[in-house]
């Protein structure tokens, strides 16, 4: 199964409990520069929100956290989904199990620890910031390593900075100052094992050389 639709968006449920609120920002900016109606509708459609429909027929986002909390930010109401899979016959707990099974649930609190199911907030809104994702985020912007392609390796390249990388991450020079050392430190031997990454820079590999 797998269709589309339009949903409201303070009635999609999370999968995740962390978001970056930098990264957030930067999607609100992009979705404002749509000038006339066709070309919003045109964005809204190349950025439909991946869900799973779980009990009660409740949608559930599997991909797209930052885009429905961005467009929520600007106070949109609707936006256009896809559902991949209908779980609504599922008890809670096998809905969960299946969701984890899946690769669709990541409880992870601003400090990396996971917690349960349970946790989760009811709306996008309730997400808490995790300012290691939006540094994930940015430095797989600047090249630094390719994007895994699934939440469990966002969420391991978050974690990976929050080892190592110490600066203020709730000021614009503290954030600054993390890319500094985030970038170069995604491409070194440190990440190798990490999902997406790519080693170092080949240009810096011909110089030594």
Known sequence: MSRKAMAELD??????LTL???QVRQKMDISARPRNAAALRRFLRGHRIRTIAGPGGALYITD??????AWLELGWR?????IAADLSDLSPGQFWKRMRALGHLHPYDERGKRLDAGALPATVMG??????????AFTRDAGAYRKPGNAYGDFSWAGFFRRHVEEDMHSIAGFARAMTVAIPLARSGKARRL???IGPCVAASKRKA
């Open 127 to 136: 997400m808490r910031d995790d300012p290691y994702r939006s540094l994930a």
């Open 20 to 22: 970056g609120i930098y």
């Open 64 to 69: 797209h956290h930052h885009w429905a909390r």
């Open 78 to 82: 609707r936006a256009p989904v896809r």
């Open 195 to 197: 999902p997406g990454f």
């Open 11 to 16: 009635t999609l449920r999370p999968t995740q």
